[in-house]
């Protein structure tokens, strides 16, 4: 029994013997690929279907996300309301998602309902009709929403940094427009469907107490499917000339939206684990430079934050905040004075062992489960790495010095490097 007049001790995250939990392996019979975590305490499962279909595929705009959409709008036999409802019936949570290189199908269910559920799943998979009518409804209320987001700043500044970062025409750039949604015709979604969906390349995430037959129900399910290998080649981008860019988007606006940005290497440049630590300490959390200078003493947000993109291919360095608009340029000051005390000054070891903990703690936070601890090895797989690089991040946090954060932050945070951008 624990002795319950003593506290217990407190220990620094820094200090946990952190570990991934296996994924398990299982390639279906046509070769796809599954990775599974078999745990927790409740019977729920999450099964995700990845395919590699996302705007990276397309020729034309909105095609991909269109598509992905659409999946669960109707078969040959079910309308888009039989389908819904019989998710429903079973208390099941069906999504789907478009990004750059994939677009996913992800399903929460009883781990009872299982057997129920996969045959409707393939059925979206092998024979989605894309009906006219949900396309139709479909064009409307994107137009419509487009046309209230356009009028909010942040909408707009997420979209412009994007392309001043990669180019209009690189697939990180590509940004929605009214008269996209009309181009978009039937046939050409039926023919990505038939390339990416029905014959492309899927991976397959499943996590929860799963049952003893869920290896044999998905290779009778999606053993017999057809798929191929589908590239996702790198694109070179075309970053904008400019620099420094003002908007004006709303005359009558109070707020700006601030966004400061650079290209950045991808995950598997040997500087990727060293930057997440100094963005940590730069602006990764509520306890940041950034957050602690701009927001607790200037006062001139409610937030800001920098963040490292999490892209296949090229990525990029960010800082995102909302500003009153006459104090936007005061806070963008405020963000390369921080920058420049990170290249000057040696940051204390009590500030660094902060920045540790809280990584740490996070980190912990992100295996606290079977569908976390799955979200894990999704980002390994997809990003074509190996579990080593978990392993590796946590010892780059652990032992990570202050000269190599300051050495690091010469390399990186040089103001010139950045794209600076207010809308307001």
């Given amino acids: 029994m624990p002795d319950r007049k003593q506290a217990p001790k407190i220990v620094d995250a820094v200090n946990f013997d952190l570990k991934l939990k296996k994924a398990d392996k299982i390639v279906l019979r046509n070769g796809v690929e599954i990775y599974a975590v078999n745990a927790g305490a409740e019977d729920v499962l999450s099964l995700e279907w990845v395919f590699f279909a996302g705007n990276w595929q397309e020729e034309q705009n909105l095609v991909a996300a269109t598509t992905n959409f659409l999946l669960r709008n109707g078969t040959s036999s079910k309308t888009a309301f039989q389908i819904n409802e019989h998710f429903e019936y079973y208390g099941a949570y069906l999504n789907r998602a478009c990004y750059n290189e994939t677009a996913t199908i992800t399903l929460h269910c009883l781990a009872k309902h299982v057997k129920e559920l996969l045959p409707v799943v393939k059925e979206l998979i092998t024979d989605s009709v894309m009906p006219q009518d949900e396309l139709d409804i479909y064009k409307q209320n994107m137009k419509q929403r487009l046309k209230v987001s356009l009028k909010k700043s942040d909408f707009v500044a997420n979209r412009m940094i994007d392309v001043c970062l990669f180019g209009e025409e690189h697939p990180y750039g590509k940004y929605s427009k009214a008269e996209d949604f009309d ?105 940041s430079r950034l957050m602690s200078n701009i927001r607790e003493d200037k006062g001139y947000t409610y937030g800001i934050h920098s963040y490292l993109q999490n892209h296949v291919h090229d990525s990029a360095w960010m800082v995102s905040t909302e500003a009153g608009k006459d104090v936007c340029e005061a806070t963008i000051s405020e963000v390369y004075k921080e920058m420049k005390d990170l290249r000057e000054e040696l940051v204390d070891e009590e500030e660094l062992l902060l920045v540790r903990n809280y990584m740490m703690g996070g980190i912990l936070g992100d295996l606290d489960g079977p569908f976390q601890i799955i979200a894990r090895w999704k980002n390994i797989v997809l990003n074509n790495l190996t579990e080593q690089y978990f392993y590796d991040s946590l010892q780059t946090i652990k032992t990570i010095s202050a000269e190599e954060l300051r050495q690091l932050a010469q390399k990186y945070l040089q103001p010139e490097d950045f794209y600076e951008l207010v809308v307001v």
């Fill in 183 to 287: 181009a978009l015709n039937r046939q050409q979604l039926l023919d990505f469907y038939k390339k990416y969906y029905q014959q492309g390349k899927l991976i397959m995430f499943v996590a929860g107490k799963l049952p003893a037959d869920m290896e044999q129900m998905l290779d009778q399910h999606f053993g017999d499917l057809s798929y191929n290998n589908i590239a996702t080649d790198p694109i070179l981008a075309n970053p904008a000339v400019e620099k420094k860019i003002r908007i004006t988007n709303d005359p009558e606006g109070v707020q700006g939206s601030i966004r400061i940005a650079r290209p950045f290497p991808g995950r598997k440049h040997p500087d990727f684990m060293k930057a997440m630590v100094l963005n940590a300490l730069f602006g990764g959390f509520f306890g």
